[in-house]
């Protein structure tokens, strides 16, 4: 579904407090200019969920402002199963059928075409459950290109790699958090796509010195071939632009 490797921008930071050191989330201007900052960059991958805050929205401010050709380029991706609690500000896991389906109708409300859904919160006994088969029924027969899961455990990740439904697999990877590896590696050989969250560790490895630059933290990871993207949660276009002429340059000594 992706070819080679790309680099992503998770927009969890512009709608709630996140981080190894959390903070608000930016203004809506301040997002929007993110996300035209990301565009020019030559970011073509944009990662979501209803469970963000406000990120959903202003995604889709920012996508209607794009002329189709504009959007045609893009690959976005959204996830239900965790949603957004708006009066306590605060996320909630209901993964029934219908609490995934009212989600999805929003998400596609919001975001009009979506590239991948993925499950959020993901576990075993909701994977094996009827109520998420029946939620990929209805997300196929809106459109909805791809489906995947975000996982956190291993028995999680197995299961997505045995399901043929699945064309992709969010899982966070990173020097301090290796125990995904063999899952890339299983993911590439059956034909799914990766997208590798947290690889600066919420940003812990880079605040404690453990990894004395981004390009070495790209490099850890880029040392397992995969087709997908790594995704970069930053809010500031400072930011952003280090984490694309790095992740550049980890690409080129890869391949030299």
């Known amino acids: 579904m992706l070819h080679g490797v790309r680099l992503g921008l998770g927009l969890i930071g512009i709608g709630k407090r996140w981080g190894h050191v959390a903070a608000e989330p930016p203004s809506e201007l301040d997002a929007l200019e993110l996300l035209e900052f990301a565009l020019g960059l030559g970011v073509r991958l944009f990662d979501t969920a209803s469970s ?50 009212r989600s999805l109708d929003r998400s596609v409300a919001r975001l009009g075409e979506i590239d991948i859904l993925q499950l959020h919160k993901t576990t075993p006994e909701v994977l ?8 990929w029924e209805y997300a196929s027969s ?21 399901d043929p439904r699945y064309q992709l697999l969010q899982l966070p990877y990173n020097l301090l958090n290796p125990k995904f590896g063999g899952v890339i590696d299983r993911a590439t050989e059956r034909g799914l796509s990766v997208l590798v969250n947290r690889p600066f560790a919420m940003g812990a490895m ?25 995704l970069t949660g930053t809010k500031s276009k400072t930011h952003l632009a280090q984490n694309w002429l790095a992740f550049e340059e980890s690409l080129r000594s890869q391949s030299a």
């Open 142 to 162: 809106l459109g909805v290109r791809a489906l995947g899961a975000s996982v956190s455990d291993l028995e999680s990740a197995e299961l997505v790699l045995a």
């Open 206 to 230: 880079l605040h404690s010195g453990e990894v004395p630059s981004h390009a070495q933290a790209f490099e850890y990871i880029l040392q397992r071939p995969f087709n997908g993207a790594i």
């Open 52 to 101: 963000y805050g406000a990120s959903e929205e202003r995604l889709a401010s920012f996508l209607k402002a794009l002329n189709p050709s504009e959007r045609r380029e893009l690959t976005i991706a959204t996830k239900f199963g965790e949603h957004w609690d708006a009066d306590r500000q605060e996320p909630f896991v209901d993964h029934s059928y219908e609490a995934l389906r």
């Open 128 to 135: 094996r459950g009827e109520d998420l088969g029946r939620a």
